[in-house]
């Protein structure tokens, strides 16, 4: 039986004691169509948010659509090599102008409907039968802008008027991942689960594991839930590192890997499992062999959608054995083992017995993430 | 031709003439939904109202879940062979603790999340990690208690925090049926229907014959419809009976009984179907060989579930050629007659031309109900 | 290729410059639906809107029922030759009357649920069981009456409680359609569509043809979209003719009629469409051999049913060889695309990025028709 992992200056197994009396939110976080709408307007676009891969914007033109509270917005490759995000509006009647999910442009962005075209800068170029309209310039009318940036493979963009830069948002985040050689990585599978919970469930599910015994029995034998070390909540992400049970090499059906390590990584990092929630809708599980990314789409107060991306190193996925079924079928299993627990939370917190609940000092993650929500909502808009 | 019954001092077949003037009630009553949750309040979580049959909780652990207004509620057996109701949510982070709608429960009540462990009488006996928690103490946190009562094999739960006893409730009802022994009776089928309707015409529907004759046929070659007798309206319960015609054993697609008469009714009971609408959620039809329930669940203002049970003597359940079907197919037609007319109903009354219209005087429980509900909604909370 | 017709006094093929800065709606026009429920009352409710065909209501007793809005109408063809139109509401517990869309009735209305029973001039004529009740008059309770006008073959109705005349509503319309001989034409094709857009958007797209060479490339080999001779906007309706390229009979899918010219026609009627929208819910298609309309029917505020029918002359109608397929799969195709087009509209206007755009001069009618919604909107009710 493994032992709880021993923290250094980071990480910590021994956890505060939380204040007397810290409870779990009231049920209106979880049910008032108002209060999400408001926790959309103050996190999700006053913040940056996670997108997608710069794999998936390989070269000029390439492009996905993402949906956010109720924008649409364009994130694509421009013709510099510079990566561009825009509202997903034509600017003369409102149109949608890119309906599939990805694909790739030609040089220009045209408008179903009437022809308006855009430069893949956002420029307009051509607005047939405006030349006559008195006082009509296309300058007037690129498409609307929204802030994008990258790190390390990672694509977020930013809602907001004026986004303070993404490292600053990320902090120490930015460096500490630096050995996996995030940006390296390939896309090898992904999968969509439609949730019955609110958004902030699914995160507080993520970060303990004192579920994890009477949840996920397979994962408690790879890794012990006690073995959990947790960095102390930071202002936007929360996190820590579990320990492989000896023996075990990476989470998966069998705990074996099959892969080789990931090329930066040290004997220390080899032997845990690093998660993070960075927030607002990235959850980033580092293993010793492949990264796993849960993207978390809120869609109503009661309803998300995540999609889960299993990433690997592409010297691996060049290997005619490669086969990414053991981490992918032991986190399907695990994920539909939380998203399950999630709509019962859901449902439970919905109903009229509900009241808030005392937390364990295990959960400190969790009371980190409450009053990162209740700040963001409090502080001026 | 069947005539009319004669009423004794309890039926009249006479109806009170209604005052000049009385109406059906304005459309918001069915079409507002800030009103249904008015209503819901107001009487659905003020009142007792009909939750299961003893049956369904035989034994120590047997449990079943209702949802009513908001409130998940598990009702069970404990193991001192008590009735108990709880609300169905965990003290810790409210996750709703049993999914299915039946079963049986260990002596324990387990979170399937993080493992707080309930004992059936809704005491905290075990929450995991809280011990180093300060100031946490498990006996602060039980189960949230709701109030459960029996009569007659009829449990009743109670979501106010100071209900009334249930013998006030029903009054004179708790002794009017002694003679059928509603408790010996055992279910033999169960249907659920799924209306477009508001809860009230369903009650209003359930409360006069006129419609009898254009509606349902079968029903009046087998009782004429002029021949109920309603007692005057009651505070919390609206009934009267109805007379089988000559040769009429009791309702069925032939009306034939095959069964023995109920063993405590005498002549006249047996000539008889009664009726009673037993407010809010409840229609009890007793016939002279089996109980019919109807439980009307409201969902939303424009939507409901009717879930309607055949009860029969467990003597002749357990003769080999015991058959329900003539009662059971009798009343599903029946059934989805009344439903047909309730869904259009509610279609009507939602429509811009609708106008409260008079009731006839053979509508007069159907005003007793209207007046019943108008004087919940009026009265202080 | 066909050059941009030459309008007389009536039809201009130049357009009006518009005011500099003449945008689009605001959002909130296509995603409040408090805003929708307005336009409903101030537009839809308060004006003559067209229902359906004389044809359909061809004897005594023959009805159609309509929804619009939340109001249920029954229109049908009296005992006299007349027209009538009535709420769908028994006046006794407001149970919808006509459950199916269209049918003939025999010389009565009859409630399903307890037989009230009118004429067909909506007197109610049998109330059974009422005549014991003090005060009451059969005579005091007739179906709620509707306006119901017809005009060259087409039957409105008007939900207002003091329409004016509909030949108010009409003006010249009424007039300029006199050599089609509209109330000759006969039913061949009946297509129904369900959009997720709002009303307005079917009626902006159906006013200009900016669009069709990129969306409607056979249209725009039979007629040039250049070719739209507007009216200036009218008060009530907005609409022009287009030209029908040299060798093309009519619109349908190889340009060819195999139909005689409809009686009445001209040789400068022959050689155009004639689109006009009637405001607010018929678009009236005239083509040479056949007559097109497109019904609108507001569901919501991103939610409208378009029913399609082609009427042709019912002496084509009785030749063996009739065969209407090419205007029919010439328009549905038209529909389709047009209706995806409306779609996105919807999806992008109600997106976060979505700002008013500006018109250019040949969407004159669109700003017509604007002004219209608004001026409604602006109108003391």
């Given at each position: ?10 990480y ?17 976080h ?56 825009f ?77 303070e ?5 990320l ?38 594991c ?9 994962l ?49 990092e ?64 695990t ?47």
């Amino acid at each position: 039986m493994s032992r709880p992992g021993r923290g250094g200056s980071t990480y910590g197994n021994t956890r505060p004691e939380l204040a007397a009396g810290t409870m779990t939110l009231p049920a209106r976080h979880y049910t008032d169509p108002e209060l999400f709408r408001a926790e959309l307007e103050r996190i999700h676009c006053d913040m940056w948010v996670y997108a997608g891969r710069t794999e998936a914007l390989a070269s000029a033109g390439s492009y996905f659509v993402r949906q956010l509270a109720n924008a649409s917005v364009i994130v694509l490759r421009d013709e510099g090599g510079g990566l561009r995000a825009f509202h997903n509006v034509c600017r003369h009647r409102g149109t949608l102008l890119c309906k599939e999910e990805q694909g790739t442009l030609p040089s220009r962005i045209q408008c179903p409907y009437h022809g308006w075209t855009y430069g893949l800068d956002g420029r307009l170029m051509n607005a047939p039968h405006m030349e006559k309209v008195e006082g009509f310039e296309e300058s007037d009318y690129p498409l609307g802008p929204v802030a994008v940036e990258e790190w390390d493979g990672h694509v977020f963009i930013n809602l907001s008027a004026r986004p303070e830069p993404l490292a600053e948002q990320l902090g120490a985040l930015q460096q500490k991942f630096r050995p996996w050689r995030m940006q390296e990585l390939k896309l090898a599978e992904r999968r969509v689960y439609h949730l019955k919970a609110n958004w902030k469930l699914i995160i507080q599910n993520y970060s303990e594991c004192l579920h994890c015994p009477i949840v996920h029995p397979l994962l408690q034998q790879q890794s012990h839930y006690m073995s959990g070390d947790n960095e102390a909540p930071q202002p936007n992400y929360l996190g820590g590192r579990m320990e492989l049970r000896e023996g075990v090499e990476t989470l998966s059906m069998d705990g074996s890997s099959k892969r080789s390590r990931l090329p930066g990584l040290g004997e220390e990092e080899a032997r845990h499992v690093y998660y993070y929630a960075i927030l607002p809708n990235l959850l980033l599980n580092l293993h010793p062999d492949y990264m796993l990314t849960h993207t978390i789409w809120p869609l109503a107060v009661d309803r998300s959608d995540v999609v889960c991306e299993w990433h690997f190193h592409p010297d691996e996925m060049r290997k005619p054995a490669f086969d990414p079924s053991g981490p992918v079928e032991f986190w399907d299993m695990t994920n539909r083992q939380d998203w399950e627990l999630s709509d019962l939370a859901q449902e439970g917190i919905s109903s009229r017995g509900y009241r808030p609940g005392p937390y364990s000092n295990r959960e400190d993650l969790l009371h980190g993430f409450d009053r990162f929500v209740l700040d963001r909502l409090a502080a001026r808009p």
